[in-house]
């Protein structure tokens, strides 16, 4: 806040310019007036009569008759050199209203003007104290707005959309970062980090609902960069949120196992895994997508997990391949099972083989090639697998 002394200062010097403006106005002109002219003329015209009659220009009494007469008028005339016109009163009336109201009106209005658009109660800022402190909004949103008419000028610098990008979502603005996010893809080129980040806004702007352009995002992260873990795990969190608990808690439970034990994530993707009735396995087990009902797709069991923690690696793939060969002889018996194929196109990709995954698929298109709804999951679950075609 403007300390005291200092506004009694700034008032003083205010004061003392508005005087040295006004000063002149308040006095009375000295610009000589008629009579005064008139008596200068009548002075002169004494003179000059004085001087014919002593050259014997004009005699005495002719003489001494133009003194009487010029005379009289200079006595009419400074009988009235004494009071002013009215008009002058007047003038000098309005000059001395005017300086007044110009002295109250000048301070007023700049006094008015100082507290409707300055900041009277904001402390005192040094320059060195504005320079070393943190960007407020304020100003975050002027280099927003210059980056902003740089790329309006420069349409193809994919750095600065992705410099952009998660200033935005951090600002709120998460419609301008997904954009913002597809455009450094655009021409910077696809990563697991650029696709992964995308995802993310998308989900935020949905209200943390996985939209289908996020998981098509996530997909694309996890086809490039399979240990991604926030792809790995918004792909369960999408799963969770189609109703099929079984994928999410079997993608949950792969990213637990390969996970480090001091994993700073491990807790929520824990607490994920039991919200869609998973168990966190405590060592790294690879487990399939569980079945909707037992009878009809069976899976790992509990006791196949805990023998499973006990065997080799050799002996684990060994029984990860016969329950992939016993959903395959199923579905051959069985190929109306939609769910079914997904479980095995999903159990190949985790397995690491895209070939056998796409086969799944495609067998499954061909069973159920009238079926609009499943020819839709069908593509989704291709995009989440990462898969071409």
């Known amino acids: 806040m403007m300390s005291l002394p200092l506004f009694i200062a700034f008032a003083l010097m205010t004061a003392a310019a508005v005087m040295a403006v006004l000063w002149p106005l308040s006095r009375r002109r000295e610009a000589h007036s008629e009579r005064e002219a008139d008596l200068a003329v009548y002075r002169d015209q004494l003179a000059e009569i004085g001087r014919d009659q002593a050259a014997g220009r004009l005699p005495a009494e002719q003489a001494e008759a133009a003194r009487i007469e010029v005379s009289r008028r200079i006595l009419a005339a400074a009988g009235t050199a ?69 790329l309006a000028a420069n349409p193809n610098d994919g750095q600065g959309y992705e410099l952009l990008a998660p200033v935005y979502a951090r600002m709120g603005r998460l419609d301008d970062a997904a954009r913002a996010y597809r455009q450094a893809i655009r021409l910077l080129g696809n990563s697991a980090e650029r696709q992964v980040a995308l995802g993310e806004v998308l989900t935020l702007a949905a209200n943390g609902m996985v939209t289908q352009e996020a998981a098509q995002a996530f997909a694309a992260a996890a086809a490039l960069d399979p240990q991604s873990v926030k792809a790995r795990y918004f792909l369960g969190l999408a799963a969770e949120q189609d109703g099929r608990k079984a994928d999410a808690a079997a993608l949950w439970s792969s990213l637990l196992q390969s996970a480090p034990a001091d994993a700073p994530w491990r807790p929520i993707v824990t607490a994920a895994l039991a919200r869609v009735g998973g168990r966190a396995p405590s060592t790294s087990v690879l487990r399939l997508p569980q079945p909707a009902t037992p009878a009809t797709a069976p899976g790992p069991s509990a006791e196949d997990v805990a023998a499973a923690a006990q065997q080799t690696p050799e002996q684990r793939s060994a029984m990860i391949m016969g329950m992939v060969s016993r959903l395959e002889e199923r579905l051959a018996a069985d190929p109306k099972d939609l769910d079914g194929w997904l479980r095995l196109a999903r159990a190949w990709s985790v397995l690491g083989d895209k070939t056998k995954a796409e086969a799944a698929l495609q067998s499954a298109r061909k069973a159920f090639a009238d079926d609009a709804e499943a020819g839709r999951r069908l593509d989704a679950a291709r995009q989440e697998l990462g898969l071409g075609g």
């Open 82 to 150: 004494g009071a002013a016109s009215p008009a002058e009163a007047n003038g000098v009336r309005r000059r001395r209203l005017a300086a007044i109201f110009v002295l109250i009106l000048i301070p007023v209005v700049a006094a008015g003007i100082y507290g409707f658009t300055g900041a009277p109660t904001v402390p005192g800022a040094p320059l060195a104290a504005r320079l070393t402190a943190p960007p407020d909004g304020n100003d975050i949103a002027i280099l927003v707005r210059r980056v902003e008419e740089h």
